[in-house]
C-alpha cells in the first residue's frame, strides 16, 4: 500500500508560481509512474501530466504544456509539479496518484494510489 501526500498548495495570484509536492511512504516512488491530476468544481478530474520512473519525456495536458513541469526526486521519495505563469483556470484540486511499471496514461483508472489533493486557488 502506497500512501502519497500532496502538498504546497494555495491562494495565488495571475502569472505566480507555485511548485506542488507529492510525497510517497510505504513504497518505493522510483519504481512507480506518477501522474498529476486536476479537478475544477463542477468538473471532472483531468489529466495534467506524469512521469514515469522508465524514462523517457513526459506527457503534459495541453493546458500544462510550457508552463508545467512535473520532475522527480528518488531520494525524497517525492514527485513535484512546478507550475508557472498560473492562470484562473488553473483553479482546481490537484492530485497525484501513482501506478506500477513504467506505462505512462493520461486516464485516472490506470491509477492505483491516490492522494486525498491540495487546493490551488488563482485569483485574479
Known amino acids: 500500500q502506497v500512501l502519497l501526500v500532496e502538498s504546497g498548495g494555495g491562494l495565488q495570484q495571475v502569472g505566480d508560481s507555485l511548485r506542488l509536492s507529492c510525497a510517497a511512504s510505504?513504497?518505493?516512488?522510483?519504481?512507480?509512474?506518477v501522474g498529476w491530476f486536476r479537478q475544477a468544481p463542477g468538473n471532472d478530474r483531468d489529466f495534467v501530466a506524469a512521469i514515469s520512473w522508465g524514462g523517457g519525456a513526459p506527457p503534459y495536458a495541453d493546458s500544462a504544456k510550457g508552463r508545467f513541469t512535473i520532475s522527480r526526486d528518488n531520494a525524497k521519495n517525492t514527485v513535484y509539479l512546478q507550475m508557472n505563469d498560473l492562470k484562473p483556470e488553473d483553479t482546481a484540486l490537484y492530485y497525484c496518484?501513482?501506478?506500477?511499471?513504467?506505462?505512462?496514461?493520461?486516464?485516472?483508472?490506470?491509477?492505483?494510489?491516490w492522494g486525498q489533493g491540495t487546493q490551488v486557488t488563482v485569483s485574479s
Open positions: 496518484a501513482c501506478r506500477g511499471g513504467s506505462a505512462v496514461y493520461a486516464q485516472e483508472r490506470q491509477y492505483d494510489y
Open positions: 510505504g513504497g518505493t516512488i522510483s519504481r512507480y509512474t
